[in-house]
């Protein structure tokens, strides 16, 4: 079973806008990640939240984490067109077991 | 060089037979991890291997087998394939344990299985 649910499924915006992504989860956590696939091929992994963090930056990606609602968002901010992929959250318990999400595809347009 | 490769890349084959997929990597990282993606499922783990003598199943090994041959080298095998085992499938790495760990997962190109 899925851990984690991820809204929206897709995402449609053009280059220069912010992009948000949102996952829900269903157990308590160690660990939130998400990792950005392009089409069909490998999982890149983006960023990391540990259970203790409310926030937390990595260039042009803001992720948050609130554990008290069991959800988490991704923005991406000033989006490229380079930034099409499909994003996918994963929480892992502790065990670097991850539970992926279904996804969010983005399109961004030029 | 990549640092986590997979072979086949892409294979075709019918209903009954066995298929191994092979997995490689070069990060030096204890633990290893298979998965499968189907559309609009996201990834669903198999088996993972967090050392060469420890494989454990994961949310859906039935019809799956693995073996680590070495560190660097795990590979999955289907011992008599099905079409509902037409599939997305990924090799993952991480580290665990040490100074620089950083739980994150490297994944591999993945391999495209049909079974017709």
């Known amino acids: 079973s899925q851990q984690g649910e991820e809204d929206p499924q897709a995402l449609s915006i053009q280059e220069g806008e912010n992009a948000t992504m949102n996952c829900s989860y269903k157990t308590s956590i160690n660990n939130l990640q998400w990792y950005r696939q392009n089409s069909g091929r490998g999982l890149v992994h983006l960023i990391l939240?540990?259970?203790?963090?409310r926030e937390k930056h990595s260039g042009r990606l803001r992720v948050t984490l609130d554990t008290s609602k069991k959800s988490s968002s991704l923005l991406i901010t000033a989006s490229r067109a380079a930034d099409t992929a499909s994003y996918f959250c994963?929480?892992?318990?502790?065990?670097?077991?991850?539970?992926f999400g279904t996804g969010t595809r983005l399109l961004v347009s030029p | 060089d990549a640092d986590v490769t997979q072979t086949p890349r892409n294979r075709i084959t019918k209903t009954g037979k066995r298929i191994m997929l092979e997995c490689s990597q070069t990060k030096g990282h204890d633990r290893m991890y298979w998965y499968r993606q189907d559309p609009g499922l996201g990834l669903r783990l198999i088996y993972y291997s967090f050392d060469v003598k420890d494989i454990n199943k994961g949310e859906i090994s039935d019809g799956y087998s693995v073996s680590r041959q070495a560190q660097a080298k795990f590979s999955l095998s289907l011992e008599s394939a099905i079409p509902n085992q037409t599939a997305l499938y990924f090799c993952?790495?991480?580290?665990?344990?040490?100074?620089?760990?950083?739980?994150?997962?490297?994944f591999g190109p993945g391999t495209r299985l049909t079974v017709l």
């Open positions: 939240i540990r259970s203790n963090e």
């Open positions: 993952a790495t991480s580290d665990f344990g040490g100074p620089a760990s950083t739980d994150t997962q490297y």
């Open positions: 994963a929480t892992d318990k502790g065990f670097q077991k991850l539970v």
